[in-house]
């Protein structure tokens, strides 16, 4: 049961108008039925709150303030000019805030990696530009942020390194201890001296730049102190569980004593895995006043934690006379802080996507002033597979075949590193598919054969995959007498559907219409779900949702056998349920589902489910999702700009619970595709060791204007490997290959090829 001691009737009632519930109507919905998201009447209308937007009473406001310094130690900070302000509370910094626990092992979080994590306000060190080195509390944000002016802060700067490129040769091995990581594997066969001999080979270098998340909620933690002390928190986050086991460490706070609620998110895609540093400081505050702070980042705050880090690449590749890889080499140098060693799956993808009997592939970091990277969509695949993707395009042309036929030639039926086969692997029907929708046979194989207007018009095409990941959750159904289901579980839906697609598990399970199932998610007293992360959640969430709600299914089951006329000799898999109603599939004998639930005299049945990967099956397979992403460009070479006029993406995501939520999901991986490619990136000047262009108007993302047309399409899978819904994850692929097919497509158009990212106007115009 939740614990509610700490919440007022007004708390109650606001939870109570959130909870999305679909429009009355729906009747019978099945998995693959396509509906619309339950939560877009709250988001349009406003009644949907957000981390900011929670109301307290004498609520505080936070302003950070971040040091320009890379790498120093604080000699003095002087308050004295904000505190003499009416209405500033107080000036945290490493010098009065509150107890904190200071051992690394507290600050870590369930996703972090090897290392030490930061700690906010912790000692007078400078770690990177941009670090919080003061809290402005104060009684109206706008009084925080003009007092957060008047506070001198006096730094003994340090010499610093932010540049990956100037510092690579000092790169080291990696620390593996981040979840979801998995070191490159040992080389099989000889690749280097293989590739040293081959008549087809080309070798290919690539860079990408900083990207910073961007999401249209900025993160924020409104801190909710009850008059026993609870501390209800609102946050940005990815995971409930995982900022309140945060919050109760660092803190030494029992964990009945916090309660972490996110029931919107508005965007996140990697941000709000870990919790970031408002979480720390909001709690801080609240907790050494004893009254309800909040904390929201600006925009060009959102730049001072975390990234998707720069990263070099090269990739060796060399084919026989018919196009068959024979040699595959893949290097990565990435970057990392001072303080932990950030971690992605970069160049394994190289050894797993194309058969091949000599790979050899390497990653390595290095060690910069910067804040450590963070997980940003597709992490390690959407810069890894990129890489990989050009140079197949590159050996394409080297040894005349058409980039389709290419990677055609050299499909892989098994992982060739574990060698294990793939639980289900749909590529070919995503090339097929794909290429058909696009029109691809219409391609003319050579570059600059197609001019209209001022443009050069050309066709690329690449590969995408990403892990098909499960992870352990429980979930809670109570179905009640009035025909109302409630399922529960401390899931995330950072904008991706999980209200509706987790309710609609629910409702096509029992026969329910939607408007009468309710999903709870977002707070961390439900029962245990994981980080919403890896695209995961339907494969880990939405299969302990049907455990539960089968279980709910046996017990209607027996209580018909023992109580109804009719059913006493009727096996379980001779019912099913529809119309709210348990009938036998043929003879028309039914039940409903309400007069169940009461011939015990209850008013409900309830159900719990754990949901633990099979492990000892799942070992014996690969499991992955896939996707062939085509594209047409249209380039102007005098003035440099790039217009993707044309996506078809073909995706393998197993079975489709909804394809509007899902198709929305790799829409939108598809647009973030073409902002990687043409658009993001974070600047530094290296001298300053600070990024320059930490706002919207100089961070430039894909707005309708760069978007063309957007064509998805779900090849038939079904993998009960991976769950038992048969579904994959769809939120990750839906980027991973697209930066690479413009890319490509720009070398059909031009005859010119552009590597790295982002490939802006300057880039296209340069004629060396």
């Not at 009719?566 to 036998?584: P, W």
Request: aromatic residues 6%; glycine residues 8%.
């Amino acid at each position: 049961m939740n614990d509610r001691s700490t919440l007022d009737l007004a708390d109650l009632a606001i939870e109570a108008d959130q909870q999305p519930r679909a429009d009355a109507g729906t009747g019978t919905v099945q998995i693959g039925s396509a509906l619309p998201r339950i939560d877009a009447l709250a988001k349009v209308t406003g009644r949907a709150r957000y981390a900011a937007e929670h109301p307290a009473d004498d609520l505080l406001y936070g302003w950070v303030v971040n040091t320009a310094v890379a790498r120093g130690r604080i000699r003095a900070i002087d308050a004295s000019r904000a505190l003499a302000l009416p209405g500033v509370v107080e000036v945290l910094t490493h010098q009065n805030r509150p107890k904190m626990r200071s051992l690394d092992l507290f600050y870590k979080d369930m996703t972090a990696p090897a290392g030490s994590p930061f700690k906010p306000l912790h000692d007078d060190e400078i770690h990177y530009s941009g670090q919080p080195v003061a809290l402005v509390v104060a009684t109206s944000l706008e009084l925080a942020r003009h007092a957060s002016r008047l506070i001198d802060v006096q730094v003994d700067a340090e010499a610093h390194e932010t540049s990956l490129l100037v510092h690579r040769d000092r790169s080291h091995e990696p620390k593996p201890l981040k979840a979801g990581f998995s070191p490159p594997p040992k080389p099989r066969g000889n690749a280097d001296a293989v590739w040293e001999e081959a008549d087809v080979r080309v070798d290919v270098d690539s860079y990408a730049g900083v990207e910073h998340h961007n999401p249209m909620e900025m993160h924020a933690t409104t801190v909710i102190v009850g008059k026993d002390g609870h501390l209800t928190v609102y946050d940005k986050t990815q995971g409930s569980q995982n900022s309140r086991w945060v919050i109760s460490r660092v803190f030494g706070l029992p964990a009945r004593k916090v309660t972490v609620r996110n029931p919107f998110v508005g965007g996140a895609f990697g941000s709000g895995l870990r919790p970031q540093y408002q979480l720390l400081l909001a709690t801080m505050a609240a907790l050494h006043l004893k009254q309800s702070v909040r904390v929201v980042l600006t925009r060009q705050q959102m730049f001072t934690f975390g990234h998707r880090p720069e990263t070099w690449q090269r990739v060796r590749l060399s084919a026989d006379g018919q196009g068959r890889l024979t040699s595959v080499i893949h290097e990565a140098l990435a970057e990392t802080s001072r303080k932990e060693d950030y971690v992605e799956v970069v160049v394994n993808w190289s050894g797993q996507l194309y058969h091949c009997d000599n790979v050899r592939l390497d990653y390595r970091l290095v060690d910069l002033d910067q804040y450590s990277p963070i997980d940003m969509r597709a992490p390690g695949a959407a810069h890894g597979v990129h890489a990989l993707e050009v140079a197949m395009d590159e050996l394409s042309y080297a040894a005349n075949l058409d980039p389709l036929e290419l990677r055609l030639r050299n499909y892989a039926e098994r992982d060739s590193a574990k060698d294990l086969p793939f639980s289900t692997k749909a590529l070919r029907e995503c090339y097929a598919q794909g290429a058909e929708r696009f029109g691809w046979s219409k391609r003319p194989p050579k570059p600059r054969s197609r001019r209209e207007g001022d443009e050069w018009v050309g066709w690329g095409m690449a590969t995408g995959t990403w892990d098909a990941m499960q992870m352990f959750a429980r979930a809670r159904a109570v179905l009640h007498a009035n025909g109302q289901l409630v399922v529960e579980s401390a899931a995330s839906d950072i904008g991706t559907g999980t209200y509706t697609v987790m309710a609609q598990i629910a409702a096509a399970a029992l026969g329910l219409p939607m408007e009468q199932v309710t999903f709870r998610l977002g707070d961390s007293t439900l029962p245990v779900a994981p980080i919403e992360g890896g695209s995961s959640h339907v494969t880990t969430v939405g299969s302990a949702v049907e455990g539960a709600c089968e279980k709910i299914q046996r017990e209607l089951w027996k209580r018909a056998r023992h109580h109804v006329d009719g059913f006493a000799k009727v096996k379980f898999d001779d019912v099913e349920f529809a119309h709210g109603h348990l009938r036998v599939k043929t003879g028309g004998l039914a039940v409903p589902l309400s007069q169940l639930v009461r011939v015990k005299g209850e008013e409900e049945i309830e159900a719990k489910y754990l949901l633990l990967p099979n492990l000892l099956k799942q070992k014996n397979y690969v499991r992955a999702v896939h996707s062939a992403v085509f594209c047409e460009v249209r380039v102007d070479e005098e003035l440099g700009t790039v217009r993707v006029s044309r996506v078809v993406s073909a995706v393998a995501a197993g079975r489709i619970i909804n394809p509007v939520t899902a198709r929305s999901q790799v829409v939108g991986g598809v647009v973030w595709g073409i902002g990687q490619a043409l658009l993001e990136e974070t600047l530094a000047d290296h001298t300053l060791g600070r990024f320059m262009n930490h706002n919207l108007s100089e961070y430039h993302v894909a707005a309708n204007a760069d978007v063309g047309e957007i064509d998805v399409l779900f090849v038939d899978e079904d993998d009960r490997i991976v769950s038992r819904l048969g579904a994959k994850g769809v939120g990750e692929i839906g980027i991973v290959g697209v930066a690479a097919a413009i890319s490509n497509a720009i070398f059909h158009a031009t005859g010119r090829r552009l590597r790295s990212t982002p490939m802006t106007p300057d880039k296209v115009m340069r004629r060396d």
